[in-house]
């Protein structure tokens, strides 16, 4: 009894030991299962012809082109937001195959996000797609360019074709040209090429530094045919402008389309963002325009009695002071200048010229030649032979006031040498 007693004392810890035995026991020779797992190349595999096949769907829907141009590639440029947009286009079997942008001046980040359009031309071979939100600009760019390369193919696809119809077209253009000269005698303007230059200024809008923009106006049958050699002598800047106001953009019709379609220079539309380069090409038109003028038959009675006009005909060296009125800020000086008179009227004023500081020359030369917004003292009086009710040019109000009176001192040098009789 005593000897069971003491062994209850230790039945927890020889519990536990028979338990562990137990377990041991039921363990021994156990394998634990292992399961087989899915390799990861059979999905990739599986990925990937997923990726084929929805590759060849694109591939199979993408749209034919139907472009009746030769085989090559052509460039052509266009106006982004910040300058020129170069690109190349490679035309084969009638289609666009690729599309390249050889350069441009536009933000990095604006001009990746436009080359969008370029995805949409190709897969729907149209030019007719919509332009890229937030970059509406080097979009138009782009897409003008391609335009312009599309025209260099189909003017290089047009060149290959025989002429077929070469000898009537000789005979016509003979014909007319015949008929022209005949009936340009009567007619307003005389045939040309004529050279002139304007002064560009800047508007209130616009911050850039006056400029001379020079052109080559052709005239023919009273008609403006063709506006060449644009060209300004200011920053380089500029002839981003200029080529955008003589050629337009995507949506706008250029200053010198609009010109050679019309044949005159009434109701021009600027083209936005190239407004004062847009004005000063009008302008500069105008000038040819006068200066084409054919002159008016002279009078066989004021011919046969010269003695009977106001003024005696001739070339008059004027010189008058040009002084500063109460808002100007400069040294008064001498201006001189040679005033053509003929028939009563002043015909030509030339040479003028100051003797003061090389500032005023870019004040006598606005008075003389006018800007993109008023039109020369020199014009207006030439146009209207005498220098009665003549316009200022603002911001050479001075300069102009003395070429006016400069030519109010010939004519009455020019009456009497008339009233003597010389």
């Known amino acids: 009894m005593k000897f069971l007693k003491k062994l209850g004392g230790y039945m927890p810890i020889l519990s536990t030991v028979l338990v562990v035995a137990c377990v041991g026991t039921s363990l021994r020779g156990y394998a634990a299962p292992v399961y087989e797992v899915e390799q990861p190349k059979i999905v990739q ?31 052509g440029s266009g106006t982004g937001f910040a ?29 990746n996000r436009a080359k969008g359009v370029i995805d949409k031309i190709i897969a729907g071979q149209t030019l007719d797609v919509d332009v890229v939100s937030g970059a509406t600009y080097s979009s138009n760019g782009i897409m003008e360019a391609l335009k312009e390369a599309f025209k260099a193919a189909k003017n290089a696809t047009d060149g290959k074709k025989p002429e077929t119809t070469k000898p009537t077209e000789t005979e016509t253009e003979t014909e007319t040209e015949t008929e022209s000269e005949t009936s340009n005698e009567n007619s307003e303007y005389i045939d040309g090429e004529y050279t002139v230059s304007v002064v560009c200024e800047p508007d209130e809008d616009e911050d850039f530094e006056a400029y001379n923009l020079s052109m080559t106006v052709h005239i023919k049958n009273d008609k403006i045919t063709a506006v060449t ?98 808002e100007q800020d400069f040294e008064a000086y001498d201006l001189s200048m040679t005033v053509s008179i003929q028939n009563d009227r002043i015909t030509d004023i030339t040479n003028i010229k100051g003797n003061g500081s090389s500032d005023n020359d870019s004040y006598i030369k606005k008075a003389a030649q006018g800007t993109s917004k008023y039109v020369g003292v020199v014009t207006q009086i030439t146009e209207k032979g005498m220098p009665e009710g003549i316009d200022t040019v603002a911001r050479a109000t001075c300069s102009s006031n003395a070429i006016i009176e400069g030519c109010q001192k010939a004519l009455e040098e020019a009456k009497k040498l008339a009233e003597e009789g010389k």
């Open 83 to 111: 300058g020129t947009v170069s690109v190349s286009v490679e035309i084969k079997d009638k289609s666009i195959v690729a599309i390249n942008i050889l350069s441009t001046q536009d933000d990095e980040a604006f001009f």
């Open 45 to 75: 595999a599986a990925e990937t012809t997923a990726k084929e096949k929805k590759q060849e769907t694109e591939e199979t829907t993408q749209a034919k082109g139907n472009f009746d141009l030769d085989d090559g590639i052509y460039k």
């Open 229 to 326: 050699d644009l060209s300004g002598d200011g920053s380089k800047d500029n002839e981003i402008y200029i080529k955008r106001a003589a050629e337009g953009t995507s949506k706008l019709q250029g200053v010198v389309t609009q010109i050679v379609e019309k044949g005159t220079v009434e109701e021009i539309d600027t083209v936005t963002r190239a407004t004062c380069s847009s004005n000063a090409i009008i302008e500069g038109c105008r000038k040819a325009l006068e200066a084409a003028k054919r002159p008016e038959a002279p009078d066989e009675t004021e011919a046969e009695e010269p003695a009977g006009r106001t003024y005696a005909d001739g070339d008059y060296t004027v010189s008058v002071v040009c002084e500063p009125d109460e």
